[in-house]
């Protein structure tokens, strides 16, 4: 049985814990990057009687460019009035 010692094959305790660290830091990095984005682009609502009721982002900005141009109509109707 040949062992991994005999051919200059050995993995310290110290290189052990290093990969085990490296490893951990790139996870944790990860992981934040993923939580980042994941709140940031979280829909913002409250719970309805249907159940979450949820706006997103994107939502909010068409509902903006909803409420500028319906204003814009009312003024102008208001205008002609």
Do not use: C, W
């Not at 200059?8 to 830091?25: D, E, K, V």
């Not at 939580?35 to 309805?48: C, D, H, S, V």
């Not at 997103?56 to 009312?74: H, I, P, S, W, Y």
């Amino acid at each position: 049985m040949v062992d991994l010692r005999d051919i200059g094959h050995t993995l310290s305790m110290q290189t052990a814990i290093f990969y085990l660290l490296a490893i951990g830091s790139l996870i944790l990095v990860a992981g934040s990057v993923i939580a980042f984005f994941a709140f940031r682009n979280a829909p913002e609502g409250f719970e309805g009687e249907e159940g979450f009721i949820g706006v997103t982002k994107g939502d909010e900005v068409l509902l903006d460019q909803f409420a500028a141009q319906r204003a814009a109509l009312m003024s102008m109707q208001r205008s002609t009035a």
